[in-house]
């Protein structure tokens, strides 16, 4: 089968590997849909460390069913199904397991880091993600390209789950690609009263705004950010600051321009160690609450399933392109040049 592969000299590219092989304890999923997410195209960019070579990568999946061991049936699992498959596989045995934070295991392992990925015409679903409910149904009314979006989706999700927004909250968004018009669209179902997005590119400014009808966006080279939040927000500050990027000085401003007793979630990793960005005394002063976010457990994948399922979110609206696999680095391309916000490839 053709699959997209890092090797252990750290080059990528398109090969033929043998399909996985069936087994009592695994399933094997035929891939309908894959999308590229920002750790992929970090990794098509400039390598990536954490990922065990040789390696097939891609961990945002859709497909169907076509081989379900003992172990796998014992879980409900069947030839035929349709499914999506939560990439942060836990161990179960932890604290953060234990107690449903599966994507804070101490022991994690993930799809196209220590397992083969989804950049594949077919992709094993190990033993131990059957195991811990990795392996989520598709909704009848959803289709594959929808349900590849619902992982990185869910990951807004599982940030927002710390930030209570409710009506009468000021949410400020910075970024504005797909985390971040997902992020603006959970906020606007929460009740927020105003969405503000701080965008820097004026093509990104106007695709958010057709996508997310409503929001206010600033654009932070023509005008003074921190002014503008002030006066969209009667002088009071953003009651919810989100940084959907990763640039280090943002984490910075968003202490700055949220209100008192505001909540950030810092959602975007930064490069370096990440250390020298954070006020104290402003945290103290202001009472402020920030956060951390990282990936997502099975249990916000499937919240996400259900609100496509009953017509509250359209994830596919977001697929700039839709491409074979034979033509993945063109859609990392389109990424990098072409403002592009999700790439969908149909192995």
Not at 199 to 225: H, K, L, S, W
Not at 272 to 295: M, P
């Amino acid at each position: 089968m053709l699959a997209y592969l890092l090797d252990q000299n750290g080059s990528i590219s398109i090969q033929n590997v043998p399909e996985p092989s069936p087994a009592e304890q695994n399933a094997i999923l035929k891939v309908k849909s894959a999308s590229i997410c920002g750790t992929d195209f970090r990794t098509f960019m400039h390598g990536n460390t954490k990922i065990d070579p040789p390696r097939i990568l891609g961990h945002e999946s859709a497909g169907e069913i076509v081989h379900a061991g003992a172990f796998a049936k014992a879980h409900g699992i069947e030839p035929g199904q349709r499914v999506t498959v939560a990439p942060a596989i836990g161990c179960g045995e932890c604290w953060p397991c234990k107690t449903g934070h599966t994507n804070m295991c101490d022991n994690l392992t993930t799809l196209g880091f220590q397992y083969e990925g989804a950049f594949a015409e077919y992709m094993e679903i190990p033993m131990q993600a059957i195991k811990m409910g990795n392996v989520l149904p598709i909704p009848e009314n959803v289709d594959y390209d929808d349900a590849v979006l619902a992982e990185p989706a869910a990951c807004g999700l599982n940030a927002q789950s710390y930030l209570h927004i409710t009506k009468g909250d000021y949410v400020v968004i910075y970024g504005s690609g797909f985390i971040g018009c997902v992020h603006a669209e959970l906020a606007k179902l929460a009740g927020a009263d105003k969405v503000i997005m701080v965008e820097i590119a004026a093509p990104r400014r106007e695709i958010a705004e057709q996508m997310v009808p409503g929001i206010e966006i600033i654009d932070p080279v023509a005008e003074n950010t921190a002014e503008q939040i002030s006066r969209l927000t009667g002088k009071r500050g953003a009651n919810v600051v989100i940084t959907a990027l990763s640039v280090p000085q943002i984490h910075t401003e968003a202490l700055e321009v949220a209100s008192k007793m505001g909540r950030i979630s810092l959602f975007g990793g930064i490069p370096g160690d990440g250390k020298g960005y954070l006020d104290s005394n402003l945290i103290h002063y202001k009472e402020l609450c920030v956060y951390g976010a990282h990936a997502t457990p099975p249990s916000m994948i499937k919240d996400l399933l259900n609100r496509v399922a009953a017509g509250n979110m359209n994830l596919k609206k977001y697929i700039t392109k839709k491409l074979p696999l034979t033509e993945i680095e063109s859609g990392f391309i389109a990424l990098r040049d072409e403002n592009a916000m999700k790439i969908v490839l149909n192995p």
